[in-house]
């Protein structure tokens, strides 16, 4: 089986780590690529268009929102899954972030939810 291709937007360091060695452990999911910034997450869209088959962005980053790097993931892959990871995952927020094209809105606090998720998105096997 082919992994699926991760793009991970995540400004805090610690969060990058686990869910780099999350990736790593796993058969289903290569992490393909990382952005810390909304910038540097444009960037990287804007260069690697077909180059991703799943997106995890955080909302609040060092430099920037990840509202709008939701936006250009959703420009460039239509149909795509974009999975918000973040501390404010409020109904308000989720409501937002699905309008903009997020698939599924994951509070961090809830991390267990991400876990069954990603099992969810290829159900054959576990994540990890």
């Not at 509202?67 to 993931?73: D, G, L, N, Y």
């Not at 309008?99 to 509070?107: E, F, H, K, N, R």
Request: glycine share 6%; proline share 4%.
């Amino acid at each position: 089986m082919t992994p699926i291709r991760v793009f991970l937007v995540e400004d805090l360091a610690s969060m990058r780590d686990l869910l780099n060695e999350l990736f790593a452990s796993s058969k289903k999911f290569r992490l393909e690529g990382i952005a810390t910034t909304e910038a540097e997450a444009k960037l990287w869209l804007d260069d690697n268009p077909h180059g991703w088959d799943l997106a995890i962005v955080d909302l609040i980053l060092a430099q920037g929102s990840g509202f709008s790097v939701i936006e250009r993931a959703r420009q460039v892959a239509a149909h795509a899954p974009i999975v918000v990871f973040s501390g404010y995952a409020s109904a308000g927020v989720a409501q937002r972030c699905k309008s903009l094209g997020a698939t599924a809105v994951i509070d961090k606090a809830e991390g267990d939810a991400l876990l069954k998720w990603l099992d969810a998105y290829l159900p054959d096997s576990p994540a990890a």
